[in-house]
């Protein structure tokens, strides 16, 4: 095993629940210590954080909303205060409200826009001077492979998803140069709390478009972050790393 994670500070969006958490107990293994964001529920956050210390590491939750720019700033304050400097930022945080492209609202597009695109540049930004400083920095996004293709019922969640593939690749290209390496991940359908806001009959749709024939796992969708983050791929930037089972391939 390597050392990539000893003693890094690994900051983590959506981290008490789903990719987020798969991705802080694989970290956790490996010496990283962990912040991990969360919305809302505290319960589930206590229970991350427990079960971190189970596998080994250290952790600490810190409540926000990604969307907001001042609480991303909270956010990053609070871990820096928990564990220093932010090597490692994860941001897998999002929302999704499916529905027909003619009842989307107002209120549904600028929510899904808010935490799924806003949320992902203020996190960013919140971290990005010191890495840049330092001259280290790792930063991992989560879009979906609804950002790569037409998803009925998705419009906003496509379009936010879209965006964040292409700030990844605007950041990538900015910071290279100050050892700031940032990559996308590109799940498919994967076996989250998002996963169950679809409908069985799209769920099973899904599945039969899947040449794999299933949806994915966490833990499937966290190794590969964890890849992303490592020095194994240390001459990868500006990428988006599709992981869908083989629902998605490119070039198409």
Known sequence: MSNDFHDKHVLITGG????????ALRLAA?????????????????????????????????????ASPEEAEKIVGRAREAWGPIDMLAHSAGTSFPMPASEVTWKVWKR????????????????????IERRFGRIITVSSIAGLRERAH????SVSKAGVIALTRCTA???????????????????????????????QRIVAATPLGR?????????????????ESSYTTGQTMIASGGRVMLPG
């Open 16 to 23: 008490t629940r789903g990719i987020g958490l798969a991705l």
């Open 30 to 66: 490996e010496g990283a210590k962990l912040s991990l964001n969360y919305f809302s529920r505290g319960e589930d956050a206590v229970k991350a954080v427990t079960a971190v210390q189970a596998a080994g590491g250290t952790a600490t939750a810190i409540p926000g909303d990604v």
């Open 112 to 131: 899904t826009l808010d935490v799924n695109l806003d949320g992902t540049f203020n996190m960013i930004y919140a971290v990005k001077d010191e890495m």
């Open 154 to 157: 998705q419009l906003p969640y």
């Open 173 to 203: 290209e900015a910071w290279g140069p100050f050892n700031v390496r940032v990559n996308c991940v590109c799940p498919g359908l994967t076996e989250t709390e998002l996963a169950h806001t679809l409908s069985p009959e799209d769920h």
């Open 215 to 231: 949806i994915g796992e966490p833990e499937e969708i966290a190794a590969l972050g964890r890849f992303l983050l490592s020095e």
